[in-house]
């Protein structure tokens, strides 16, 4: 490179200095004239040299990127249910505000917001219905990968009561996190309703289990008088006696239903004199009353822990009559089963044709699950829409990627919570997915998600398939409880995979989607889609939508068109139990579809007032930062300041200039080289 730019220095100087060294040149101007014409074609031909021979010229330039401090402020209720509420509304926002600005002039300042979810703020209105501590870290490592994380301060009372365990979620956060405890941690008299267990869905003229729990605390032992109650109509009560300062007793109900549809209790404990939160000694609980049992046929080649996780599954919902076999011992029939489970089927041993056809031939849904022992040629030429060529037997392990364009049924877990999961055991080599499939979830291998299926569904005429194509999913569920401290996620991906798979499709021409149960804070939101004829998805009728309550009062809206059909947000509404109809006609036909939902007003907020410090307490201990009350909050702006792991990083960046991409260089050339012509001709020169 620099022999180069030494040659086109030299080539330059030559052909300016040759025009301008002859005798009849140096006769009709003086020296200094001809150095100035020299110099000015000199930097022209250097200048298309340049061009021409493509020289580049590399510059080192570096940048200071300052650390990002995160200031995650909890927008909950609960910071406003204390003594102090006037305080944290006004001279707490205040103080926190002075801390932004302070941290401002060191440090790049992010101010987050969180309570049910997280988002960047400037200013609070502590209404949260709920807290998840956990989303800050899930936040911070989504929107702010590949800057310079410097330290999350998180100010809140560390009463957590969503979402996954702060302290797990945040094991992967290397850099110090800083809390500022507030609350009051002093217990105060309560009795509450804890919590209410039960199934969503039950059936009619059964009995079915309400489990209640009931927490005491410094209230005046005696007894109390525990019911439950179904629009204001007693349907069960019980005497439960307070003995200590602190109990916790669970009481169990039995009810019976014989109306099918939505039914609301109310779980309600006497409320003491000296109860600070009479608010949570009331419960809420819907339950779905339903004569629709769906008998499913759990069918293995040999037993596996994970037919066993998905039996536990099944088995909690009063929906589904489970009956469980070896291929060995089954004896064939499968025409009275809604949806039939082949796990590791067809094997080497044990070929399900048989069975196969019968499903196709009474449209009996089927979930595979792949595994070591299942034939997968035998698997590929059932007509099921499966076709994975295995390479050499080989087995690997794949990571479950959420398919964010998933629409075949709705879920409500996103990806940060599944990829956590360990992986399946899936065979190696080519998976054929026709066209007409939907992918619930990819294969991750290693840090790469590809384009094969892992988990996906898809139809053949009739016949809905949903296929698993690996072996490990009970080790999903452990997983899912170290994080959740439940089964939630891992439950809902087998609950809403059998329940699409057992759903008989009666080709309705409308159909009307909205959840069963909705919180009084969150918006109702209806979907429906329109068939005509052909069944072919329209958007372009009118779909009236009457909502009535339990006063009579009915009010009317109109479905919005959308891709996917049709849409309609009807905004928050009162808690209470309510009836719609939806409505719409093409040509002659009408088409009229009913249901009910409930909105209930309940707040994880009012079930604890008391602050949980020590929870903030570990969480900065873990990661090399420090709690310090709110009266102290000041000084969390020096600890960072003097913290050796909260630092600029310095990136060193090349930049490559090209002068056949510059036209200023081609331009200045153009112009030296008529500014060099214009001076021979104004001194007088040949």
């Known amino acids: 490179m620099i022999a180069l730019l030494l040659f086109c220095v030299l080539l330059a100087c030559a052909m300016a200095w040759l025009p301008y060294s002859g005798k009849r040149v140096k006769s009709q101007v003086g020296r200094w004239q001809r150095i100035a014409m020299m110099s000015l074609r000199f930097l022209a031909v250097m200048s298309l040299l340049v061009i021409l021979l493509d020289l580049t010229v590399n510059r080192q330039t570096t ?45 790049d300042v992010r101010l ?65 996190v800083y809390t500022i405890a507030l609350g009051d941690t002093l217990p105060h008299p309560d009795l509450s309703i804890d919590r209410v267990a039960s199934n969503k869905t039950v059936y009619r003229n059964s009995r079915f289990p309400l489990m209640v ?53 109310m779980v309600q404990v006497d409320v003491p004199q000296n109860d600070v939160n009479a608010q949570n000694n009331r419960h809420n609980v819907v339950v779905n009353v339903s004569d629709d049992v769906l008998d499913v046929l759990l069918l293995q080649n040999s037993w596996h822990p994970d037919a066993s996780a998905i039996s536990q599954v099944l088995r909690k919902n009063q929906r589904y009559n489970l009956t469980i076999s070896n291929v060995s011992d089954f004896d064939g029939n499968v025409g009275k089963y809604s949806l039939i489970i ?97 992918v619930l979830f ?64 009666k080709r309705e021409r409308l159909v009307v989607t909205i959840d069963d149960v909705i919180p009084a804070h969150r918006d109702v939101v209806a979907e429906a889609m329109l068939y005509n004829k052909s069944m072919e998805l329209v958007n372009s009728v009118d779909v009236d939508f009457v909502v009535t309550d339990e006063s009579g009062y009915k009010f009317k809206s109109a479905f919005q068109p959308s891709e996917m059909g049709y849409v309609l947000n009807l905004g928050r509404k009162p808690a209470g139990k309510y009836a719609y109809e939806a409505s719409a006609k093409i040509g002659d036909e009408t088409f009229v579809k009913k249901g009910q939902f409930v909105v209930v007003e309940e707040s994880a907020e009012m079930n604890n007032l008391q602050a949980d410090h020590s929870l903030l307490y570990q969480l900065a201990t873990d990661h090399g930062g420090q709690m310090v009350p709110a009266s102290q909050m000041d000084e969390i702006v020096q600890m960072i300041e003097n913290d050796e792991n909260v630092v600029p990083v310095v990136t060193a ?18 112009f030296l080289l008529c500014v060099e012509w214009f001076l021979r001709k104004f001194w007088g020169m040949d």
């Open 63 to 107: 940048e200071k990127q300052q650390p990002l401090v995160v200031l995650a402020q909890d927008n909950s209720s609960s910071m406003l249910m204390n003594a102090d509420s006037d305080w944290v509304r006004t001279d707490y926002c205040r103080q926190l505000d002075a801390l932004k600005q302070r941290l401002g002039k060191h440090f």
């Open 112 to 176: 987050l917001a969180f309570a049910d979810s997280v988002a960047e703020t400037d200013g609070f209105s502590f209404d949260g219905q709920s807290t998840n501590m956990s989303s800050v870290f899930d936040y911070v490592q989504n929107n702010f990968y590949g800057e310079n994380v410097g330290a999350i301060v998180i100010a809140s009372d560390g009463i957590v009561n969503q979402g996954a365990d702060p302290l797990y979620k945040s094991g992967a956060f290397s850099k110090p």
């Open 213 to 265: 729990y009931v927490k005491g605390q410094k209230v005046p032992d005696g007894d109390y008088v525990l019911k439950i109650s179904e629009k204001d109509k007693i349907i069960e009560q019980r005497t439960i006696t307070i003995k200590s300062d602190y109990s916790y007793q669970k009481e169990l109900f039995y009810l019976e239903e014989d109306e099918v549809g939505l039914h609301q209790y």
């Open 342 to 438: 082949l796990h590791q089927l067809p094997s080497f041993e044990n070929d399900i044709q048989n069975i196969v056809s019968q499903a196709k031939r009474n449209n009996i849904p089927l979930l595979v699950i792949v595994g070591g022992q299942t034939n997968l040629k035998a698997l590929s030429g059932l007509g099921l829409g499966i076709d994975i060529k295995q390479k050499h037997s080989d087995y690997e392990n794949a990571y479950p990627a959420l398919n964010a364009d998933f629409k075949w049924f709705t879920i409500d877990f996103d990806a940060t919570q599944t990829s956590i999961f360990p992986p399946l055991n899936v065979p190696y080599g080519d998976y054929g997915v026709v066209p007409t499939s939907q």
């Open 442 to 505: 990819y294969q991750r291998i290693g840090s790469v998600t590809t384009q094969m299926p892992l988990v996906y569904f898809t139809q053949t005429s009739d016949l809905k398939v949903g296929v698993i194509c690996g072996e490990g999913i009970w080790r999903w569920r452990l997983i899912d409880y170290m994080s959740e401290k439940s089964h939630s996620v891992t439950d809902e991906i087998v609950n809403k995979t059998i329940q699409y798979l057992s759903t008989r499709e």
């Open 653 to 670: 960046i090349s930049k490559i200039f090209r002068a056949v991409d510059s036209v200023f260089v081609l331009l200045l050339s153009v």
